[in-house]
Nanobody, 122 residues
Framework: QVQLVESGGGRVQNGDSLRLSCEASGRSYPLYAMGWFRQGPGQMREFVAAISWDGKYTYYSDSATGRFTISKDNAKSTVYLQMDSLKPEDSATYYC???????????????WGKGTLVTVSS
């Protein structure tokens, strides 16, 4: 059984920073990437960032490029998302998921945790 626990969300002001954490346990996919996705109210879930199993490769959405940084600590089975220069449009529930990268496109394996809510006020 796959378990993913996201944390670190909160309510911040425009321009602030947050660091999200995702701890994975249970069944794992050692050679797969781990990704962050988000879903705003009334919106579809969208890709934010992903990191390869060995940490060598990172992938970002256009909106995340230059502001967000994904990293991982394999010893802690934890993936992080450092979010800087947050904007109100970044407000969403953020989820992590095991991710398959195919031709440079990330696909979540649909193992979703409860997510962590990020609210950015203007």
């Amino acid at each position: 059984q796959v378990q993913l626990v996201e944390s670190g969300g909160g309510r911040v002001q425009n321009g602030d920073s947050l660091r999200l954490s995702c701890e994975a346990s249970g069944r794992s996919y050692p050679l797969y990437a781990m990704g962050w996705f988000r879903q705003g109210p009334g919106q579809m879930r969208e890709f934010v960032a992903a990191i390869s199993w060995d940490g060598k490769y990172t992938y970002y959405s256009d909106s995340a490029t230059g502001r967000f940084t994904i990293s991982k600590d394999n010893a802690k089975s934890t993936v992080y998302l450092q979010m800087d220069s947050l904007k109100p449009e970044d407000s969403a529930t953020y989820y992590c998921d095991w991710t398959r990268i195919s031709d440079g496109t990330p696909y979540g394996l649909d193992y979703w945790g409860k997510g962590t809510l990020v609210t950015v006020s203007s």
